[in-house]
């Protein structure tokens, strides 16, 4: 394929690459073609996977958390979506391989997302559950509403324990989600609640968060019924135990592990600079350093804002600010313009903590309960609207 005929080729469907795709298409200076590749023939809303206790209770009805790629790429849109698995990215080449097959381009978004981290501890992957894709998250569904107790060595009275790996935002949502849902009302075969166990490991509950999210959410969990484990980070894992590294143990019907997230094998297999778990470093404009035609958007990056130096967060909050920032940037570089470097508004933060609460810090204030709960599920629908309605400029 002539460089001419190369199209814009965007990997990954998530929140940023589909949103990248519906605002270049409304761009009349960025020229088709334009390709999405995705995975799957849906985009997965993954802000919404730690509502467990509603997976449980829809089956196999998963309409609310994917959303079909036809409403995104409608019918008539310069928009090819390609179904493939990206293998590797070679930049001097300006190919890549999915499923396979050699796929040229002129230009080049990389919004491939993230993977769980496991940090080399032994059996995690093996043993423990994960919500970082809607079929991991329906094995977790299926997996809690079939648990029973083993009450070898248990403290719990016949309870089903269920422990949580990671004190971060995902790990919190998940561990309330899963506290506070009515599993006797879903069919569960004990009459009596899951106990839950947040282990948070040596890092501070909600680390980065502000103090008094922070401490409205460790309220929240209280009142959840939620045990934290805090300051011992797990070591092993075993088929029904954690072994910590203070030399004790404890022992779960059903392990969860939320403990982190890193860059996919391709992105981390990029020549040049890599941050954190293995992001790129990009130059403020989201460009690849040495290939101005390559950008990367979303969880796959490491960026700092030019005068302060703070790290953009992997949210998708960022990642839909990064891929307006993206649109506007392609069309400069598809017309030979200056680009503009990327700064981020972040508009606060909430973390969900059971059903019908949540922490929240918006500016300076903080605000928790049902309240917070409100705001989190208006951003939530603020993406949902998003994922089906997008182009909007700014």
Known sequence: MAEGSAPVLILGAGYAGATLAQLLARRERVRP????????????????????????????????????????????????????????????????????????????AICLGSVPAYYGVPGAAEHLHQVYGLAAAMRLARALRAARPDARDRPTGGRVRVVVVGGGSTGVEVAAEIATTDWARLGHPSDRRIEVVLVCGAQPLLAGLPAPLVARARRLLDEAGVLLDEGRNVTEVLRDELRLQDGGVLRFDLGIWTAGIEAPPAVRALPGPHGRAGRVVVEPTLQLPGHPEAFALGDVVEHRAALTGQATPQTAQAALEEARWTAGNLARWEAGEPLRPFRFRGRGTIVSVGRARASAQVGDVTVWGRPAAVLKSLVEAEYRAAAQDRGRRR
Do not use: K, N
Not at 36 to 44: A, M, S
């Open 33 to 108: 073609p334009i390709v999405l590749v995705g995975r799957h023939d849906v985009q997965v809303l993954r802000t919404e996977l730690y509502q467990i206790g509603r997976l449980a209770a829809r089956g196999e009805d998963v309409r609310h958390w994917a959303i079909p790629i036809g409403r995104i790429v409608r019918a008539g849109s310069p928009v090819e979506f390609r179904l493939g698995e990206v293998g590797s990215i070679d930049l001097e080449a300006r190919e890549v391989s999915i499923s396979g097959r050699r796929v040229p381009y002129r230009a080049l």
